[in-house]
């Protein structure tokens, strides 16, 4: 039985969306991006490499899944995907709908100005909306 605890940061900056086989599926509340945070429910973890070849191959599986539900979005082109963990040391995947003209489009999201909180509302919308994509 795991002891799964997410990371005070990702607590605190994210909205719950689902549970993967593998991984917590969260929002990030940036509403100038939509942003989905996977969080490989395993603990001490900080590396993808450190994940089971099994864990790995499952977490592919739900990149691509998590990154299709965003596509499937109006008007995002380019789906983005980091593994950085600079600030968060517990192991998680960005994938990031990108278009152009986005807030920092063609650049990076990570360090373009601080984060655009969604309203209560349309946080709870996103999620909703998003968490019906990834479920199909």
């Known amino acids: 039985m795991t002891s799964f605890v ?3 940061r990702l607590e605190a900056d994210t909205e719950f969306v689902a549970d993967f086989a593998l991984s917590r599926v969260l929002a990030m509340n940036d ?3 939509p942003w ?3 969080v490989p429910r ?3 973890l900080t590396e993808i490499h450190e994940l089971s070849h099994d864990d790995r191959t499952t977490l592919i599986d739900e990149i691509a899944r998590a990154g299709t539900a965003l ?3 109006p ?3 380019k789906i983005n995907v980091g593994a950085l963990g600079n600030l968060v040391p517990q192991i998680h995947i960005h994938i990031v709908a990108r278009h152009p003209g986005d807030a920092a489009w063609p650049g990076p999201v990570w360090g373009h100005g601080a984060a655009v909180p969604y ?3 349309a ?9 019906t994509a990834i479920a199909l």
């Open 71 to 73: 596509k499937s979005l």
């Open 36 to 38: 989905l945070i996977l």
């Open 42 to 44: 395993r603990d001490h």
């Open 119 to 121: 309203t209560h509302d």
């Open 6 to 8: 997410l990371h005070p």
């Open 123 to 131: 946080l709870k919308g996103f999620v909703k909306g998003i968490g």
């Open 75 to 77: 008007g995002i082109s």
């Open 31 to 33: 509403a100038r991006y």
